[in-house]
């Protein structure tokens, strides 16, 4: 099943636009990392164990989410600063438009606007307004993605748009920038970072290690979540989706997006934040001529948040309500970590 369009542009901006001076603005969020660009920092991810657990077949077979080996995933969504700083570092010539202007928009982008002639002599630069630094990247293309995850790969250099910065890493890309070619794109087996496989998302949002089962929802639950951004209760169960009622939408004072890991209590039951709703989150599957994405996004109802629910577009496909998370092969060093994911896990849910 692929997602439909989400509500029109412009009807979209209209209602934002009435709401923005109406809805409350939650003062909370859960704990952000002091530095949004070290990668290295547990902070930005969580570990996700338990390998071989077996895969969801409720709605599909073989099902989804079985993987066979430990890994790391994001625990927010890429954001509008960190894509900033990936763009400061390699599009200063945007070879192979990384940048969207759309992005610029502070309606419905993610308030990332460019300067300069984008020459050697006179390159882009680019800054991200403050209030859009820590919510999620949008109007990326799984190119973008993919090639955001070579950089990560390739330790965040400064440099032209090649081989050593966003052309090789986890992906051979090599200047692919249309349909066919970017379907065609593999993880190498040396990956270390990379867009999520789709059976990655899907554990981390959905798989419960201390019954060994699958929940509907990526906030640890099989009931349809609400759009609290006050957490009023514990544990949560919100997302950042659209409501039929435009009455009660958009939930941040007229602004599309929330800020990365506004629902604190909602988390997943790994600790990874805003799998469901917010943005649509790009993975690795193929589906036909469309590249995979899934949990839902700000402008689309509370179905697309759900486990049964598979959406992709086009690999060239940019929009205000799709971005990325990315997943990373842990180091030697932090498999005691991976260790202890079952436990951890254990722990979280005793908590609730």
Same mark, same amino acid.
């Given at each position: ?19 923005? &001076? ?27 164990? %338990? ?14 989410? #079985?993987?066979? $080996? ?55 630069? $680019? ?46 890309? %090599?200047? &692919? ?16 970072? #990379? ?97 995979? $994405? ?26 205000? $309500? ?31």
């Amino acid at each position: 099943m692929i997602s439909a369009r989400g509500v029109a542009r412009a009807a979209v901006v209209a209602v934002m636009v009435m709401l923005a &001076a109406g809805a409350a603005r939650a003062d909370t969020h859960a704990p952000w990392p002091t530095d949004w660009n070290n990668w290295n920092d547990p902070a930005l991810w969580v570990p996700v164990g %338990n390998p071989g657990n077996a895969p969801d077949t409720r709605y599909a077979t073989p099902g989804y989410g #079985a993987v066979a $080996y430990e890994y790391n995933i994001g625990k927010y969504e890429v954001t509008a600063g960190q894509y900033t700083a990936f763009l400061n570092a390699v599009a200063g010539v945007d070879t192979y438009a990384l940048y969207n202007t759309d992005m610029s928009d502070t309606g419905l982008g993610s308030g990332i606007a460019r300067t300069g002639g984008g020459t050697v002599g006179s390159p882009y630069t $680019y800054s991200v307004a403050t209030a859009f630094t820590n919510r999620p990247v949008n109007y990326v293309s799984w190119g973008d993605a993919a090639r955001f995850a070579n950089w990560l790969s390739n330790g965040q250099p400064t440099g032209d748009q090649g081989l050593t910065t966003t052309e090789d890493g986890a992906y051979y890309l %090599n200047g &692919a920038t249309s349909i066919a070619p970017l379907l065609a794109v593999t993880r190498k087996a040396d990956w270390k970072w #990379a867009i999520t496989s789709e059976d990655e998302w899907y554990k981390a949002a959905h798989y419960d290690p201390t019954t060994g089962t699958y929940f509907d929802y990526p906030t640890s639950t099989n009931s349809e979540p609400g759009r609290d951004m006050t957490e009023a209760t514990n544990p949560g169960n919100n997302a950042n989706y659209c409501d039929t009622d435009f009455g009660t939408y958009p939930i941040d004072s007229g602004m599309a997006t929330t800020v990365a890991g506004e629902f604190e209590l909602s988390h997943s039951p790994y600790g990874t934040f805003d799998q469901g709703g917010n943005v649509w989150e790009w993975n690795e599957a193929v589906i036909e001529s469309y590249r995979g $994405y899934r949990g839902g996004s700000w402008a689309d109802i509370v179905i697309g948040l759900e486990a049964a629910y598979r959406g992709g577009y086009y690999p060239t496909y940019e929009s205000y $309500y799709v971005g990325f998370r990315v997943s990373e092969v842990p180091e030697p060093a932090t498999l005691s970590l991976l260790a202890l994911g079952g436990l951890a896990a254990i722990l979280r849910r005793r908590g609730r």
